[in-house]
């Protein structure tokens, strides 16, 4: 399986600053052939289930503010909030849909204010 | 809108059996991949058993391989899965995952506890 890691485990980060959040899986996951890289970062609040933001490694889904973003490609990939509101204050996970149907996690990243 | 709606969880022995349903709502349920992805208490999110549109191919983590089966109902509209011989290490919320065509988790149920202790 593709091993995925994240850095830091946990983050504070004072309103309105940036946040950066790394992602590291232990074998590529770019595809070639349609040049797309299988990696969504998923956004986890207390209680609640994980939500989408980015897929394709930087594609923003429908609705998520554009202070977020996706970079990286291969094996290295960064998450980053431009700007850090009280709101974005969760865990945060990266996962690769590379090898399918086995879609690894990172170990999360705690973000506080 | 999409909804999935994720129940039968409870507390039960080590050895027992349960059987979770997720309701699918607000989307052609049946031309969709499903997932269940499961997080154990203070562990990372882990993916443990997907299922194709028909239902004729399921795949499983090895950590429940031969003791988890996955099913779909897309009739009904729902998604299963039955599990035995169930382990302390098995307790986790269980949610179901509306997979996207190109393979990205889209919609989460809410997920559902399952207790496994004595």
């Known amino acids: 399986d593709i091993v995925m890691t994240q850095s830091p485990e946990s983050l504070t980060v004072s309103l309105g600053e940036r946040a950066t959040i790394n992602c590291k899986s232990s074998?590529?996951?770019?595809?070639?052939?349609?040049?797309?890289?299988?990696l969504a970062w998923y956004q986890q609040k207390p209680g609640q289930p994980p939500k989408v933001l980015i897929y394709?490694?930087?594609t923003r889904e429908s609705g998520v503010p554009d202070r977020f973003s996706g970079s990286g490609s291969g094996t290295d990939f960064t998450l980053t909030i431009s700007s850090l509101q009280a709101e974005d204050v969760a865990v945060y996970y990266c996962?690769?849909?590379?090898?399918?149907?086995?879609?690894?996690f990172g170990q999360g990243t705690k973000l506080e204010i | 809108e999409v909804q999935l709606v994720d129940s039968g969880g409870g507390l039960v022995q080590p050895g027992g059996s349960l059987r979770l349903s997720c309701s699918a709502s607000?989307?052609?349920?049946?031309?969709?991949?499903m997932h269940w992805v499961r997080q154990g208490p203070g562990k990372r999110l882990e993916w443990i058993s997907a299922?194709?549109?028909?239902?004729?191919?399921?795949f499983y983590a090895d950590s429940v391989k031969g003791r988890f089966t996955i099913s779909r109902d897309n009739s009904n509209n729902t998604l299963y899965l039955r599990m035995s011989s169930l382990r302390s290490d098995d307790t986790a919320v269980y949610y179901c995952?509306?997979?996207?065509?190109?393979?990205?988790?889209?919609?989460w149920g809410q997920g559902t506890l399952v207790t496994v202790s004595s």
């Open positions: 995952v509306k997979v996207t065509s190109n393979n990205w988790y889209d919609y």
């Open positions: 607000g989307f052609t349920f049946s031309i969709y991949a």
């Open positions: 299922i194709s549109t028909t239902g004729d191919s399921t």
């Open positions: 074998q590529s996951v770019f595809f070639s052939s349609n040049n797309k890289n299988y």
């Open positions: 394709w490694a930087s």
């Open positions: 996962q690769q849909y590379f090898s399918t149907p086995v879609f690894t």
